[in-house]
């Protein structure tokens, strides 16, 4: 039995069942016991999963590729900031070093009171607390976690106004029995991104669904990562293993629109990758002093075009009256 399971069991027999959000935060970023509070590490070969800023140099030279342009475009300020959430590691911090770069986490970090710049989101989104939410006899229900010698999925009252408007606004008509994410997180994330950013654009990379694609998710998207595989049992050991909902892109976008973003462009992590190499045809993210270094950077591309390129999306928003071409 985890430390974390002992703490979360404790809680429930004395306070009663715990909204899957709190239990999710916990899981992820109790100060102690907190997957993302672990001193392991969880990227790589030797961690659960691996993201693409670990594959580097290639991704960190086309995205610092991108961002270059993007910077052109609000006229290359002296103080233009990349702001990164979710930084981790901080592993691009080298492509970023051209500009002001400032890493934030869920606990660390702090975004500047005003900047013009960009706010590089990558896979930060899925990684943010979510409520679950099923669908029966006419209306929306919470989902609550429980305990019964094991974590256990309990019903729960009936969903709070605001869980019910996210569902009915960003998800098409529910189907009996159909289970949602509502991540209310990633709004109050926007909402403090477009107080701050005073002209440029939110960079998003993450995977995830459109409004009509979510119907390909009837069960919800709640997926746990441990050693590079995929547990569907997310109530499992928490604190041992990673927790993540697909994102709800045309939520991002359409609210993002009313707090002043506007969608640049939405498209998959290949499309704007090759975008980005297209300059110089992929020279400079290719060149390497070695054989041996130059074909570790071609199959880095090869897994970045192919691989996760088609499997993540990216989704571009601006602020402030900055340029971009669809």
Known sequence: MSPLTEVL????????????????EAALYDPTHGYYRRASDPFGKEGDFYTAEQIQPVFGILIAARIRALCREVGA??????VELGAGRCEMAAAFSEWRY??????????????????????????LPVEEVTFRDGGFWEMRVGWDERFVWV?????????????SRYFPSPAEGAVFEAN??????????????????????DYGYTRAESMRFPRGSLM???????????????GE???TAHVAFTALEQYG???????????????????????????AALAAATPAEQLQRRLQLKSLLFGMGETFRTLLQKVGGAGATK
Not at 102 to 107: E, M, N, S, T
Not at 155 to 167: F, H, I, M, N, S
Not at 189 to 205: D, H, K, N, P
């Open 9 to 24: 069991r404790d809680r429930i027999r004395r306070d009663g069942p715990l909204s899957f959000r709190c239990f999710m």
């Open 155 to 167: 019903a729960g009252p009936p969903a709070r106004e605001e869980l019910v408007d996210y569902l």
């Open 224 to 238: 746990g990562y441990r050693r590079h595989c995929a547990d569907e049992d997310v109530l499992c050991d928490p």
């Open 184 to 205: 209310l997180d990633a709004f109050r994330w926007l909402a403090r991104i477009a107080q701050v950013l005073e002209a440029g654009f939110v960079f998003t990379v």
């Open 77 to 82: 300020p002296p103080d233009f900031t990349v």
């Open 102 to 127: 400032i890493p934030v986490d869920i606990a660390q970090g702090t975004m500047p009171e005003r900047f013009r710049g960009v706010v590089f989101a990558n896979e930060f989104f899925d990684a």
């Open 257 to 283: 629109a009313q707090l002043g973003l506007e969608t640049v462009r939405f498209e998959t992590l290949a499309q704007t990758l090759l975008a980005a190499g297209d300059q110089d045809q992929f020279a």
């Open 241 to 243: 293993k990673d927790i």
